[in-house]
């Protein structure tokens, strides 16, 4: 497994922008495919993008596509989440997600390895 750490949350307007970080360390970065996750208050946790092992492909929730940017760089074993015009509705802890493979998922349950989380707060 890997140790994953998100970075970057924090309390921002509505129409504004955050850039959210994950360094992992542990084993291989290269190997999984690196996703993130947001939680609400009394909501289930649901997947927010997810990009594969080598970079070639994203996927997006409906809800935060064109907005939001999933990247890694693998010379630095981080993930990072751009997130673009904010709405109040994204408010949440946000988590990095690692899973062992060649795919992209979309699941909960294909993630290993999960951060702490860091709290995303949207002012209207």
């Known amino acids: 497994q890997v140790q994953l750490l998100e970075s970057g949350g924090g309390l921002v307007q509505a129409g504004g922008s955050l850039r959210l970080s994950c360094a992992a360390s542990?084993?291989?970065?290269?190997?999984?495919?690196m996703g993130w996750f947001r939680q609400a208050p009394g909501k289930e946790r649901e997947f927010v993008a997810v990009?594969?092992?080598?970079?070639?492909?994203?996927y997006y929730a409906d809800s935060v596509k064109g907005r939001f940017t999933i990247s890694r760089d693998s010379a630095k074993n981080t993930v990072y989440l751009q997130m673009n015009s904010l709405k109040p509705e994204d408010t949440a802890v946000y988590y990095c997600a690692a899973a062992r493979g060649s795919g992209y998922y979309t699941g909960v349950g294909d993630f290993g390895s999960w951060g702490q989380g860091t709290q995303v707060t949207v002012s209207s």
């Open positions: 990009i594969t092992w080598n970079g070639d492909t994203t």
């Open positions: 542990g084993r291989t970065f290269s190997r999984y495919a």
